[in-house]
């Protein structure tokens, strides 16, 4: 260590000792009552003037090392810089003392306005301007905003204030230590370095007491200005109280704010004219350097810079263009608002219109929020583009002086649409509070309505429900009136379709003597154009076209081809059945194994009673893809006939004429065509004759009980004749070439047996 370093540590070490004495009249302060630890003393000025004695000491301790063209001490440097930390800290607490000062002062003036305004009210004249309460209300949405962030912003210096808390808490342990480290030193050349840490932990100390003192208060600033705040809100929501009582909105009110929007849309016309002019300049221009680029070989990074700034001018003119048609079309919104304001709130019109005006206010508020939307993502974009073009700025440097004034007028123009997004923001804004307004406007009226007014709007509201437009086709509108008629006509009408079919099968056509087959199925067909006739005539009624049903037969087609062709093979084998009449209702027929009468035909099935007296559904399509036998399609006379069998040895002619007595006898056997007896067959046990016979048959159990009567008559004959009826016999010969010997076989007698 050199001679001049060695006066510069000397020198240091007797400032260090001054500056001790001058620091020790300085206590740390006591906050009184109140529980939170002490902190240093209010700044004063005296404190200023000892610790500008301290801050001039080490700068000239410094100044006299680097003198020597050597670094001073860093505890001489983290001690200057401490000194001027401090000084700064003095100087904050003094402005925060003036602000709360003031914050007291402002809240002892709003207290006398607001019990001045209790006790005599507005100095205003009444009645009150609605112009007025506008400006009340606007007041009290922008007052409110900022008292939403208050809260955050106190919890934010409570943080700040514990962690200055914990911070000097930290550092009055770091003092305490050196302190103590300091005076146990035995040792005369360690004394000066820790002399040195000693002076700057109690620098950190007094640092960390002045930062509690500042934190606490801008603590207490931010309490009075949240308690500021809520009597100023409190102060507005009286006075908007009191203006809501007697207030009036004249024309003359309206008039003056419909200048006010003349005015402004006579600003941006010029504005949007003068844009447009220069729009066509600046494409002539974007259009001749972009030639000059195209024809360049060597693409010069000026001429590239010039188009990258003609082209931003160009898209600049026109986004500028574009946001002038928007706030133009916004101003006219904003008219049209006005003067549904002045008929709200006068009452003009009626509980109808205003609800219309309530449905038409929410739909342009969702608009006006996509479009801030739309514009804040816009703002986020062009924010991006001006950092990436400083930091091409920056890169550039002035290696290149074209370049760089082209991306500074890049830049000019890059700010100039960001003012214009924020300025299209502004408007957004303001026009959704004036929305907003008018909604909360039309619902307090809404709200207080007569029951004649309640009806009127459930009235009205049912009739937009009634004629609400479902879809169109060939520009015709399908309504839920339309829909709704239909259905009822199409109902209705299937019912009285079939109510005239019922009464035209049973109570006109038996007049003509059809038979019950003929009926049911005029009966069918009858139904059948009935229902497409009132299909036809409801689609007439409402007016919905038949092009409508392209998509649904398309589908059903599609349906028919894949899953559907059964059913549809059913209703048309019904039609065909219907037509041809191959059946009728009341025909005995037999299909496969089934044997039954037919009770309905309709379009899919058909109903089969059986002998046994169930129902049967038949498929219409096995009637036609299957053999049928109708016992009774062209007449109802059946042929059937009775075998019986007589033993050998009877005489034939009388069982012949005893079996044609019995025929003859019954009453169902037909004489024409003539019942006839044959002698079939000699059988293996008996002479075989049949009777072959007609008889009308409508059931399948009335030839079956003609042929038993037959059968019982021919029995009771042939007794009295002394006929026998044969049964089966057996002769049994036994072919053998010796005697049949035979022998009795007997078992031993028992003792059991003899006794």
Partial sequence: MNFAYCIAITVSVILHCASLVLAQPIPPRETGASSQPAAAQDPTVNDREKLAVEFAAAKAAIESATAEGKDAPSALRTEFDLLGRLDRLYGQIDAAREHETELKASNEQLKVSLDNLRAHGLPDAKPYTFRLQENLRDQLETETARGETRSDAIAAAQAAATAARASREQSERARRQAKETAESNKDEANAPSLANALRVAQLESRVAAEEVLLREIELENQKLEGELREMQLTSLREKIAQVSTEIQFTQQGLDEYLAQIDDTEARLKQSLEWAQSDFALRDAEWAEVRRRLEMSPSKDSALVEEFESRQLIRRSRQREIALIGEQLQSLSDTRKVWEKRFKVFNGILDEVKFRDWEKETRQALDQINRDLRINAARLTELRGEAVTLDSKINAAGDANPDARRWLDQQKRHLNGMIRNYEENVDQLESARRLHEKLLSEISTEVDTVTWSEWFDAVWVTVLSVWNYEITSVQDSP?????IVIGIILLLVGLYGSRVIARWFGHRFLPRFGLNEGAVAALQSLLFYLLVLTVVMLSLRIVNVPLTAFTILGGALAIGIGFGSQNI????????????????????????????????????????????????????????????????????????????????????????????????????????????????????????????????????????????????ARIDSLFREAGLVIAFPQRDVHIDSQSPIQVELLQRPPTVESVE
């Fill in 478 to 482: 399908i309504t839920v009136k339309k």
């Fill in 568 to 711: 549809v093979n059913n209703f048309i084998s019904g039609l065909i059945l219907l037509a041809e009449r191959p059946i009728r209702v009341g025909d005995l027929v037999e299909i496969d194994e089934l044997i039954g009468v037919i009770e309905h035909i309709g379009p899919r099935s058909t109903r089969v009673r059986s002998p046994s007296n169930m129902d049967i559904i038949v498929p219409n399509s096995s009637f036609l893809e299957k053999n049928v036998v109708n016992w009774t399609l062209t007449d109802d006379r059946y042929r059937t006939h009775v075998s019986v069998g007589v033993v050998y040895g009877s005489p034939t002619r009388e069982v012949v004429r005893l079996i044609r007595k019995s025929l003859d006898e019954h009453g169902k056997v037909l004489d024409k065509p003539e019942p006839i007896v044959l002698f079939a067959d000699f059988g293996d046990n008996a002479l075989i004759f049949e009777a072959h016979f007609w008889v009308r048959m409508r059931r399948i159990m009335e030839r079956r009980m003609i042929e038993s009567d037959i059968r």
